[in-house]
């Protein structure tokens, strides 16, 4: 089962910066958290993952609460392409490994 | 261009009827990952190999069965199809578990069961 809790779906105005929670609080102290993306039946995209920094890159930046139980990724300037279904996975750690998909946060970015 | 690719990108096949789904690594990679998305619903982990070998099972029907061979390319073979086998299937990868990289998803395999 996922560790994380996503809201099932948020709306964002074009221009606008997108700010998109996570809550994992079971999450252990070297479990990492991910996020990707998924736009209308592509393959996820990776985005940014994080341990306990705040973390930035080109497309996003994830904010990360300092007892780690939740997560926010943030688009500072959220356009139509942006649109998509936004995963945050906590990594499972050991010889599996495999990412675990919650349903996630569908974003919808409106003109 | 992810670098990961699966072939074939759609695929119409008849119940009863078995097919197999491929999937070429990034560069470098050794661990392949399959996921099933069925209609309107969430990524499913279905199996994972590194460097050749089995790693890890998730919600894997026994019809179905992958393989990864020596150049590290992998192989999803679904057996016996039901209509309820449509979906899409992705195949990720990755250079090492072990390691913090992110996961690099093909386009995927769409499988239409009629």
């Known amino acids: 089962d996922a560790k994380t809790t996503q809201p099932p779906s948020m709306d964002c105005a074009e221009g606008r910066a997108a700010n998109l929670p996570c809550n994992h609080s079971t999450i252990s102290g070297n479990e990492y958290v991910y996020w990707y993306r998924q736009i209308h039946s592509q393959g996820p995209q990776y985005i940014i993952h994080?341990?306990?920094n705040n973390e930035t890159n080109e497309m996003a930046s994830l904010i990360i609460t300092e007892d780690r139980k939740s997560s926010t990724l943030i688009l500072p300037h959220a356009t139509l392409r942006d649109t998509a279904v936004y995963y945050c996975?906590?990594?499972?750690?050991?010889?599996?490994?495999?990412?675990?998909f919650g349903t996630g946060t569908r974003l919808q970015v409106f003109p | 261009d992810s670098g990961v690719t699966q072939t074939p990108k759609h695929l119409i096949t008849a119940t009863g009827q078995r097919v197999t789904l491929r999937c070429s690594p990034r560069s470098g990679d050794l661990s392949v990952y399959w996921y099933q998305q069925s209609l309107d619903q969430g990524l499913q982990f279905l199996i994972q190999?590194?460097?050749?070998?089995?790693?890890a099972k998730g919600n894997i029907l026994e019809r179905f069965s992958a393989q990864q061979f020596p150049d590290l390319h992998s192989e999803l073979n679904l057996s016996s199809l039901e209509l309820g086998d449509s979906a899409l299937y992705f195949c990720a990868s990755s250079v090492d578990p072990r390691t913090n990289y992110g996961y690099t998803f093909g386009s995927g395999t769409r499988l239409t069961v009629v």
């Open positions: 994080g341990l306990k």
């Open positions: 996975i906590v990594r499972v750690e050991g010889n599996t490994d495999k990412l675990i």
């Open positions: 190999y590194y460097n050749g070998e089995e790693r």
